[in-house]
Structure formats: structure tokens, C-alpha cells
């Protein structure tokens, strides 16, 4: 053993790897550490040196790190509020966003005033029911300060939104037209429902909201429902089922539901026939109109068939996308809640382009569902 590591007691040498963010370094543990003073060994060599760490960089009694200390687990179902914690050393801002890129902000954690605890009251009913895809980020400096670096506190995970909201009023759904429970179910048939204050229904797996079967029509006084479904559009076996009706039209939060037709258990058997060719068509059904003032988020939507791709474009060519729409199972309607806060102030130009093939693939044909339009953005 050599002499200088004999003059170092042992639990000096832990409280000052804990500062260099070693295993088993909390935050606590990181805060003591940084009031010790320098150790210096016989040979003159500081041995609290970030140096002694390869993970370390920056000021030795300071260094930047976090860890999701408490998060749902992957796949987990969440509802009402729900706490999420991050544990580092000089944490200047903590926030939850998409698995990708950085809009929109989920939520912004709190953060104590020696920057080693951050936590999050997530409150998951002012988002739709539906998976869920989202990490947590941890950066060094405020929020829109530059020169930030990203520690990525929690992987990717998706979580399944499940809130019962209680039906509204004047809102019901009762399934009058569907195959009964362990029925043979082949070729096309008609599903209905029928209610008031129906704005959605969709065919969904016995639990959960993904994937989406295909989505109901409804009539405009919003008291009918009816789905003409194709079980050649799944595979041949057992598929367990429900039907479940909204107050409110796809990806709006806070909606309450109703399912119509608690789950049935069918047996598609269509012998492995290919559905029949869909045409494709597409046509915008909500954007604002041209010349309108917009501001924060906006509703955008396309119906149609045959729809694999939908994109929010510049007036002319492909790049840069603005926004890229979610597609209903059916293919038959696509919708992008697009947030203009991402955009400086100023007029923007932009079409709405479906595809009938998924982006990247080859032989695409396009449809111009909304020719430009200009906006003006106000923030």
C-alpha cells in the first residue's frame, strides 16, 4: 500500500467519491462532502480531484447528476395526481416531455433550494386516456438559458392515462346493433349505438385504448353512433372487444366515458381473405381559417380513408415538417394538436398533406387536404 492512501481516513475517502458522484452517492451525501476542505497527500496531489472519477467533470465539489428516484414503472396505468421525484447534485431545471424532442412540456418540476431534490405532482387528468410515451430531462441551468447539458433522469417510458371521469348530464350511450358475446363474426357488420352527447365511439380492445379497432361515425345531433366494421381488417382467432362512447371528440382532455357495450369475447373468421381495397381520400375538417389570429395550441384534423400519413407542411415542398398527425387505426381520420407557441410571432404559410403510405416509404401519393393558408402567430 502505498504511503499517501495511509493518511486518508476511510470515511473521508467515501464522503469525497460520493462528490464525484460514485455508487451510492446521495444528495445528502454530495452536500456534506462539500464542505470538506482539500486532502492533500505526502506527494502534494488534492485526492478530492474530480480526476479520481471518470463520470466527474467540471467543479469537484459540485458535479451535475440526477436519477428518477421515483417514477410509475414502464407499462404502468396511471390516474388522478401522481408524484414524481429526481434525485441529483446541481439540478437547475427538471421536466417531463415527450420520449422525443422537447414540445409540448409535460410538466416542471420543483426543486429544492440546494438543487439536489426535484418533484412533480403529475396531475394526469388534463390529459386524454391513452398511452402515454414520456422521459425526464435534467439540465444544469434555468430554463432558456443557453450552453444547458441534458441529463436524461428517466428513460422513455409509456404509461397507459386511465381516468373515470363521471358521466356528464344528458350524456349516455347504449349499443343497440353488435354481434353477441362468443359469436362467429365474419365479412362486415353493422355496430350502433345509440344516446345523446355522443361526440366519439370507438371500437377498443377489453382494456385499455390501444390500438384502436376503428371509430364510430356520428350523426350531427350527437345521438347515434354506427360503424360499419370490417372484421377482415384483423386476424382470424379469438378477439376480446368492447365499445366505448365519449362526450368529447378524439384527443380532447377530460372526456367521460361510456362503454356502451361492455367486453365481448368474437371469432373473426374470414379465412385469412384480405380486406377489400380502400380508396384514398382526405379532406381537412377543423383548421383555422386563413388569415386567422392563433395562439398556443390548436386543433387540426382530416378525415377521410386510406390515410397512412398526414403532415403539417410549408406552402411549398417538405421541409421543415411542422407536425406530423396521429392516424386512427381505421386510417380514416388523423388529427395534430399543434402548438404555435414553438413559433415566433409573424405570419406562417402552411398546407396539410395526406399520404397513403407511412413517411419514408417509397410510391407515396399525396392529397393536398388544406391548400395554404396563412396564419398569424401571436404569442
Same mark, same amino acid.
Given at each position: 500500500?502505498s504511503?499517501?492512501l495511509?493518511?486518508?481516513?476511510a470515511?473521508?475517502?467515501?464522503?469525497l467519491?460520493?462528490a464525484?458522484?460514485?455508487?451510492?452517492?446521495?444528495?445528502?451525501?454530495v452536500?456534506v462532502?462539500?464542505?470538506?476542505?482539500?486532502?492533500?497527500?505526502?506527494?502534494?496531489?488534492?485526492?478530492?480531484?474530480?480526476?479520481?472519477s471518470?463520470?466527474?467533470?467540471?467543479?469537484?465539489?459540485?458535479?451535475?447528476?440526477?436519477?428518477?428516484?421515483?417514477?410509475?414503472?414502464?407499462?404502468?396505468?396511471?390516474?388522478?395526481?401522481?408524484?414524481?421525484?429526481?434525485r441529483g447534485?446541481?439540478?437547475?431545471?427538471?421536466?417531463?416531455l415527450?420520449?422525443?424532442?422537447?414540445?409540448?412540456?409535460?410538466g416542471?418540476?420543483?426543486?429544492?433550494?440546494?438543487?439536489?431534490?426535484?418533484?412533480l $405532482?403529475? $396531475?394526469?387528468?388534463?390529459?386524454?386516456?391513452?398511452?402515454?410515451?414520456?422521459?425526464?430531462?435534467?439540465?444544469?441551468?434555468?430554463?432558456?438559458q443557453p450552453?444547458?447539458?441534458?441529463?436524461v433522469?428517466?428513460?422513455?417510458?409509456?404509461?397507459?392515462?386511465?381516468?373515470?371521469?363521471?358521466?356528464?348530464?344528458?350524456?349516455?350511450?347504449?349499443?343497440?346493433?353488435?354481434?353477441?358475446?362468443?359469436?362467429?363474426?365474419?365479412?362486415?357488420?353493422?355496430?350502433?349505438?345509440?344516446?345523446?352527447g355522443i361526440?366519439?365511439?370507438?371500437?377498443?380492445?377489453?382494456?385499455?385504448?390501444?390500438?384502436?379497432?376503428?371509430?364510430?361515425?356520428?350523426?350531427?345531433?350527437?345521438t347515434?353512433?354506427?360503424? $360499419? %366494421?370490417?372484421?377482415?381488417s384483423?386476424?382470424?382467432?379469438?378477439? $376480446?372487444?368492447?365499445?366505448?362512447?365519449?362526450?368529447?371528440e378524439?384527443?380532447?382532455?377530460?372526456?367521460?366515458?361510456?362503454?356502451?357495450?361492455?367486453?365481448?369475447?368474437?371469432?373473426?373468421?374470414?379465412?385469412?381473405?384480405?380486406?377489400p381495397?380502400?380508396? %384514398?381520400?382526405?379532406?381537412?375538417?377543423?383548421?383555422?381559417?386563413?388569415?386567422?389570429?392563433?395562439?398556443?395550441?390548436?386543433?387540426l384534423?382530416?378525415?377521410?380513408?386510406?390515410?397512412?400519413?398526414?403532415?403539417?407542411?410549408?406552402?411549398?415542398?417538405?421541409?421543415?415538417?411542422?407536425?406530423? %398527425?396521429?392516424?386512427? %387505426?381505421?386510417?380514416?381520420?388523423?388529427?395534430?394538436?399543434?402548438?404555435?407557441? /414553438?413559433?415566433?410571432?409573424?405570419?406562417?404559410?402552411?398546407?396539410?398533406?395526406?399520404?397513403?403510405?407511412?413517411?419514408?416509404?417509397?410510391?407515396a401519393?399525396?392529397?393536398?387536404?388544406?391548400? /395554404?393558408?396563412?396564419?398569424?402567430?401571436?404569442?
Amino acid at each position: 500500500m502505498s504511503r499517501h492512501l495511509k493518511l486518508i481516513p476511510a470515511f473521508v475517502l467515501i464522503m469525497l467519491l460520493a462528490a464525484c458522484g460514485g455508487d451510492g452517492g446521495s444528495g445528502a451525501g454530495v452536500s456534506v462532502a462539500r464542505l470538506l476542505p482539500t486532502v492533500w497527500t505526502s506527494e502534494g496531489r488534492a485526492l478530492n480531484s474530480c480526476s479520481f472519477s471518470p463520470g466527474c467533470s467540471g467543479n469537484p465539489y459540485a458535479p451535475f447528476f440526477a436519477s428518477a428516484s421515483m417514477a410509475p414503472t414502464d407499462g404502468a396505468t396511471l390516474n388522478g395526481v401522481v408524484r414524481l421525484e429526481v434525485r441529483g447534485n446541481e439540478m437547475a431545471n427538471i421536466e417531463l416531455l415527450p420520449a422525443s424532442g422537447y414540445t409540448p412540456r409535460l410538466g416542471v418540476f420543483n426543486i429544492t433550494g440546494d438543487k439536489t431534490i426535484a418533484w412533480l $405532482d403529475f $396531475d394526469t387528468t388534463t390529459l386524454p386516456n391513452g398511452p402515454l410515451s414520456v422521459r425526464i430531462s435534467a439540465f444544469n441551468v434555468p430554463a432558456g438559458q443557453p450552453g444547458a447539458t441534458e441529463i436524461v433522469a428517466m428513460p422513455a417510458r409509456t404509461w397507459t392515462i386511465n381516468n373515470i371521469v363521471a358521466p356528464p348530464p344528458g350524456f349516455s350511450a347504449t349499443v343497440t346493433a353488435a354481434p353477441a358475446d362468443n359469436t362467429v363474426v365474419s365479412g362486415i357488420t353493422r355496430l350502433e349505438i345509440h344516446g345523446a352527447g355522443i361526440a366519439n365511439a370507438e371500437l377498443l380492445p377489453a382494456s385499455g385504448y390501444a390500438p384502436r379497432f376503428a371509430v364510430f361515425n356520428v350523426s350531427a345531433d350527437k345521438t347515434m353512433a354506427w360503424l $360499419d %366494421f370490417d372484421s377482415r381488417s384483423l386476424p382470424d382467432g379469438i378477439t $376480446d372487444v368492447r365499445i366505448s362512447a365519449f362526450n368529447l371528440e378524439q384527443g380532447q382532455p377530460g372526456a367521460a366515458e361510456i362503454v356502451a357495450m361492455p367486453v365481448r369475447r368474437w371469432d373473426l373468421r374470414n379465412g385469412g381473405a384480405p380486406p377489400p381495397a380502400t380508396p %384514398f381520400i382526405a379532406s381537412v375538417t377543423i383548421a383555422p381559417v386563413h388569415g386567422a389570429i392563433v395562439s398556443g395550441r390548436m386543433r387540426l384534423e382530416v378525415r377521410g380513408s386510406g390515410i397512412r400519413n398526414v403532415e403539417l407542411l410549408p406552402a411549398s415542398g417538405y421541409t421543415p415538417r411542422l407536425g406530423v %398527425f396521429n392516424v386512427s %387505426f381505421d386510417q380514416t381520420f388523423a388529427w395534430l394538436d399543434f402548438d404555435t407557441s /414553438t413559433l415566433p410571432n409573424g405570419i406562417l404559410e402552411a398546407r396539410i398533406s395526406a399520404f397513403n403510405v407511412p413517411a419514408g416509404q417509397p410510391g407515396a401519393v399525396e392529397i393536398i387536404a388544406m391548400p /395554404t393558408r396563412q396564419w398569424e402567430v401571436r404569442h
